[in-house]
Antibody
Framework: QITLKESGPTLVKPTQTLTLTCTFS??????????VAWIRQPPGKALEWLAL???????RYSPSLKSRLTITKDTSKNQVVLTMTNMDPVDTATYYC?????????????WGQGTLVTVSS | QSILTQPPSASGTPGQRVTISCSGS????????VYWYQQLPGTAPKLLIY???QRPSGVPDRFSGSKSGTSASLAISGLRSEDEADYYC???????????FGTGTKVTVL
């Protein structure tokens, strides 16, 4: 059974850097084709894909946020870390991590429960 | 900044069939697979359809997906009260070199 859980601060101040950790079990990020993605959802709004890291350390970022995002993995700890710099109140959202199955055009499945991050002074 | 357009809402009575559309472009839906996710109130999204029309194990066959050109659709037949949720389409976008999600559709069972 694959599970993922997000952790990190619930409140950050504007201009600060957010660091979120996704801790997973039930799969290995060393398996060919596997990946972990980050997606966020502002309150009452739609989902927005942020970043994706693959088993071979290939990384993809949302073009609109690329300059602010860094995604890394620690396979020994079964963790993926997302950092977002220069946080702003508009970045207030629930942040999800999700498993990307191996294979061509694989979906995100399953997702973690999400963690709400509020940006406020 | 959703690039895939969905109707904000859809509704039906129990047992009815409801269809949700997802409109994109040649760089996303037109050239790539479409996924559908269901988000029940207060929960994380769950995969409903992948590769346009494939259902993961455990997803009832009341849910079906289709794609034509630069648009896709999700149909829910035999609507049930537990289908009340938000539904999102998604696809890879070749121009953005990233994933894009739809604007989301809230389904209400009357």
């Amino acid at each position: 059974q694959i599970t993922l859980k997000e952790s990190g601060p619930t409140l950050v101040k504007p201009t600060q850097t957010l660091t979120l950790t996704c801790t997973f079990s039930g799969f290995s990020l060393t398996s060919s084709g596997v990946g972990v993605a980050w997606i966020r959802q502002p309150p009452g709004k739609a989902l927005e894909w942020l970043a994706l890291i693959y088993w071979d350390d290939d990384k993809r970022y949302s073009p609109s946020l690329k300059s602010r995002l860094t995604i890394t993995k620690d396979t020994s700890k079964n963790q993926v870390v997302l950092t977002m710099t220069n946080m702003d109140p508009v970045d207030t959202a629930t942040y999800y991590c999700a498993h990307r199955q191996n294979g061509y055009a694989a979906p995100f499945d399953p997702w973690g429960q999400g963690t709400l991050v509020t940006v406020s002074s | 900044q959703s690039i895939l357009t969905q109707p904000p809402s859809a509704s039906g009575t129990p047992g009815q069939r409801v269809t949700i559309s997802c409109s994109g472009s040649s760089s996303n839906i037109g050239n790539n697979y479409v996924y559908w996710y269901q988000q029940l109130p207060g929960t994380a999204p769950k995969l409903l359809i992948y590769r346009n029309n494939q259902r993961p194990s455990g997803v009832p066959d009341r849910f079906s997906g289709s794609k034509s050109g630069t648009s896709a659709s999700l149909a829910i037949s035999g609507l049930r009260s537990e289908d009340e949720a938000d539904y999102y389409c998604a696809a890879w976008d070749d121009s953005l070199i990233g994933y894009v999600f739809g604007t989301g559709t809230k389904v209400t069972v009357l």
